[in-house]
């Protein structure tokens, strides 16, 4: 698929565990889900801009959200979807969090603690000025 098409990645704004989670918009050209670098940025009700620490695109027709997560070295991008039992995982502070289970991952998605033993599944990433591009197998 050459040409490029603009899909809204849900761009709604949930609210639980005291955590936001932002569902990014993206645009899918081929293997390829660009996120622009504002959709971590938001603006208060009283106007002032906060920064996003991560936020969650799901392509259409994916069972499981990625998380696009910024780091001090730039971004990282992992499927929630548990390497124990495929639960979805939820992002909790710093980390993620396997409900099902208990398994913990670091933003990077290297396997914490137990019961998972292997890492969750990670995208190489890509980016500009203005936009991340998320590299699909």
């Known amino acids: ?7 809204a990645g ?8 005291g955590t936001a989670v932002y569902y990014a918009e ?16 938001y603006t208060t ?7 996003r620490m991560f936020v969650l695109v799901k392509p259409t027709g994916a069972a499981f959200p ?4 910024r780091t001090p070295e730039g971004y990282t991008a992992c499927l929630m979807r548990c ?14 969090a396997c409900p099902c289970h ?11 603690n137990g019961p998972a033993d292997q890492p969750l599944q990670t995208f190489k990433l890509e980016e500009n000025e203005t936009q991340i591009f998320i590299l699909l197998p």
């Open 1 to 7: 698929m050459g040409a490029a098409c603009c899909v």
């Open 10 to 17: 849900g761009s709604a704004l949930l609210q639980g565990c």
């Open 26 to 41: 993206y645009q899918l050209t081929g293997k390829r889900l660009a996120v622009e670098k504002s959709a971590f940025q």
């Open 45 to 51: 009700k009283k106007g002032e801009l906060h920064e």
């Open 66 to 69: 990625i998380s696009l997560y």
């Open 83 to 96: 390497s124990h039992q495929a639960c979805e995982v939820e992002v909790q502070g710093s980390r993620y």
């Open 102 to 112: 208990g398994s913990e991952f670091d933003i990077y998605g290297t396997a914490l």
